[in-house]
């Protein structure tokens, strides 16, 4: 099983392009989620999946969209990017519940 | 809401002592609580999950306490290496009516010296 793998590992990006990530689970889990995270912020739930066909808004939505159209695939979307999503965005996805999540590689992004 | 704080956010600690690390919740005590491991450039790695009604879990070198009157969890890992050295990350469940979250605190990062 590969697990939970993200395309792209790296991008850089100008101001207002827009670009899609992949992330893809072999697990036949319910639950996906996109995070970001910033130096010394930890963490941030960016947009989540709890099944095939739906998703709801994390923490910090503004600026992304997301779909999850098949169950083993979450994408995560920015429209108009913004130098202020320069950030390493980390996939996850477990069973269901507050169950362990299995992280991704991670995609590291830069907007200049 | 929710707020996590890692008791400091680096440890440098000689090899083969114990390595304790602190993670303070403010609200409402979660019914589940985990650490993660994390290595430069890569994404976090499960290590342990402790319910609220369970005061210590352990797993080889590791062990994790859950005190929810003091609103804390303690990560020990006993007989440490260099190879322990990563940032470990406690994560707590948020009460949501739709889904199952959780939540990260920002890290300790560990250093084990030789």
Redesign the interface.
């Given at each position: 099983n590969a697990g939970?793998t993200q395309t792209p590992k790296f991008r850089v990006l100008k101001t207002g392009q827009s670009m899609t990530l992949l992330c893809a689970q072999d697990m036949n889990h319910e639950?996906m989620?996109w995070?970001r995270q910033d130096p010394?912020?930890?963490?941030?739930?960016i947009h989540?999946s709890?099944g095939e066909g739906t998703t709801?808004k994390?923490?910090v939505p503004d600026g992304y969209n997301v779909s999850r159209l098949k169950k083993q695939n979450f994408l995560l979307g920015l429209e108009s990017a913004a130098p202020s999503q320069t950030s390493v965005y980390?996939c996850?996805s477990?069973v269901?519940?507050?169950?362990?999540?299995?992280?991704?590689?991670?995609t590291r992004l830069t907007v200049t | 809401s929710q707020k996590i704080e890692q008791n400091s956010e680096a440890l440098n600690i000689q090899e083969g002592k114990t390595a304790t690390l602190t993670c303070n919740y403010t609200n409402y005590s979660p019914a589940y609580l985990q650490w993660y491991r994390q290595d430069p450039g890569r994404g976090p790695v499960f290590l342990l999950l402790i319910r609220e009604n369970e005061k210590e879990k352990r797993k080889e070198r590791l062990k994790v306490t859950f005190d929810t009157t003091l609103k804390q969890s303690l990560f020990h890992i006993t007989a440490s290496q260099p190879a322990d050295s990563a940032t470990y990350l406690c994560a707590l469940d948020e009460v949501d009516s739709s889904a199952s979250k959780i939540i990260f605190g920002s890290g300790t990062r560990l250093s084990i010296r030789p």
């Open positions: 939970v639950y989620y995070y010394g912020m930890g963490l941030r739930l989540y709890v709801a994390g923490e980390f996850a477990t269901a519940g507050w169950n362990e999540q299995y992280f991704g590689p991670g | -």
